[in-house]
């Protein structure tokens, strides 16, 4: 990927379908440092430590995950990377999501990243739509 991740070079990005595109990059002077999502007019922020704590998890999962992405207000179905971006067991302790109301889609938004940046191979159906560790 050529973009550098940053507010000026931000990575472009689609989701899996390949139906939407949006931006990302890291915002590492913000407490706690994070990773920014624009989609459209709508700003979401993740910590940043998802894209190593993320590849880490999807490792361990030894194959395919689904990505399971919901609102926030939605429940995330087990065993999904949405579900783990909440659990309470992943190494934030709870949400990846940094802005109450805006905390979810986390297994719509880091995946396609993961992809792009050689971490994760990711499937692009219509629907249900799953990631696994790159090996």
Not at 126 to 135: E, I, L, S
């Amino acid at each position: 990927m050529s973009a550098e991740g940053t507010e000026d070079d931000p990575w472009v990005l689609k989701t899996a379908p390949g139906s939407s595109e949006y931006r990302m990059w890291r915002d590492e002077t913000a407490d706690p440092p994070a990773l920014v999502c624009q989609v459209g007019s709508t700003t979401l922020r993740y910590h940043l430590s998802a894209i190593d704590d993320l590849t880490a998890w999807l490792r361990e999962q030894d194959g395919w995950v689904a990505l399971g992405a919901a609102d926030e207000q939605k429940p995330a179905p087990d065993g999904s990377v949405e579900a783990w971006g909440r659990s309470e067991s992943n190494p934030v302790g709870g949400w990846y999501g940094l802005r109450k109301g805006y905390r979810g889609r986390f297994g719509m938004y880091l995946p396609p990243l993961l992809e792009a940046l050689g971490l994760a191979e990711l499937t692009h159906e219509a629907r249900n739509n799953r990631v696994r560790a790159r090996a």
